[in-house]
């Protein structure tokens, strides 16, 4: 894996091109830079400032950190001219939260989301957040543009949960997804309903959980203040750094090699059998921003 950290001005100049038709079927019109070329990118803003002791998220800081996160993500210089290379006036767009109640997408996030879209030109009478009840939601019936915001945390069956596993929601049959540790997961994102139209992932990783027991297991003791987020065009690369970054803290916490029970083998599957994004760590060009004390990766 590429680890590329580099503060706000050098990032502005650049290394190599992300190759986002891969990821989301759009042509951006991205051309390649000179410098080692990789399959995708991810970016990690950290800010020690995103939330108070107690936990709550600061709106001010998320919104400069999904700024900087994309201005990199895509080499520009203002996150508006991002948001408009990505979304047009006449898209409808769903944004594909997570209502788990121990640990949801904060709501500073899904806002600061809202206003970056209708900013970028979407009505918002064309938008909607939503998590559970998607497939009766007549905003995500008719999207034609998606974006997968939701925190990180262990799984109970497929090890962790990150941007592949958000989509599920868009299966009626929910269980059907559940077996070998839910391996099945990639194969939703290349149903009509989803394939091509997930302009972003965003994987929260402010308080991430990296260990549980049983299906519904939440223990506090088991989070800690990362107070970051992880960006990118491709849902597999986003969740491989994931991964990466819970497996780092199970080692520093638990002081030995602690694998998770399950494995979390539905990333790699998702690329391998379901052609939906890059699980090689080698492919991954990896963008640090902000905050390094701790960054564990």
């Known amino acids: 894996m590429h680890d590329n950290t580099i503060g706000r001005r050098e990032f502005l100049r650049g290394m190599a091109g992300i190759t986002l038709a891969a990821a989301t079927g759009l042509n951006l019109d991205i051309s390649p830079r000179e410098g080692p070329q990789y399959t995708t990118r991810v970016v990690l803003v950290r800010d020690a400032s995103a939330m108070d002791k107690k936990g709550k998220v600061d709106q001010t800081v998320i919104a400069r950190m999904l700024d900087d996160a994309v201005i990199a993500l895509f ?16 898209d409808v767009v769903g944004i594909k939260s997570n209502v788990w109640h121990y640990l949801p997408t904060p709501p500073e996030i899904e ?45 109970h069956w497929s090890g962790v949960g990150g941007c592949l596993k958000n989509y ?73 750094i994931g991964l990466r970054l819970i497996e780092a803290k199970r080692r520093e916490f638990f002081k030995e090699e602690r694998p998770l029970t399950p494995p979390a083998l539905h990333i790699v599957r998702a690329d391998k059998k379901h052609g939906v994004g890059t699980s090689d760590p080698d492919k991954i060009e990896l963008i640090k921003l902000g905050w390094k004390e701790g960054a564990l990766i």
Do not use: M
């Not at 970028?120 to 009766?136: P, Q, W």
């Not at 309903?193 to 308080?207: C, H, M, S, Y």
């Open 75 to 90: 080499d520009e210089k203002k996150a508006a001219t991002v948001w408009r290379r990505l979304l047009n006036p006449k």
């Open 111 to 155: 806002q600061v989301l809202k206003a970056r879209i209708t900013e970028a030109g979407v009505s918002e009478k064309n938008i909607s957040i939503r998590d559970r009840g998607i497939l009766k939601d007549a905003i995500f019936e008719k999207a034609t543009a998606l974006i997968n915001v939701r925190p990180l945390r262990t799984h």
């Open 168 to 240: 599920i929601q868009f299966v009626p049959t929910l269980w059907e997804y559940h077996d070998e540790y839910c391996t099945p997961l990639g194969s939703i994102w290349n149903l009509p309903l989803v394939k091509g139209k997930t302009r972003l992932n965003i994987l929260v990783v402010l308080q991430p959980l990296f260990h549980g027991i049983g299906p519904h297991h939440y223990d506090r003791s088991y989070t800690w203040n990362y107070c970051g987020i992880l960006v990118g065009t491709d849902p597999v690369a986003v969740d491989t």
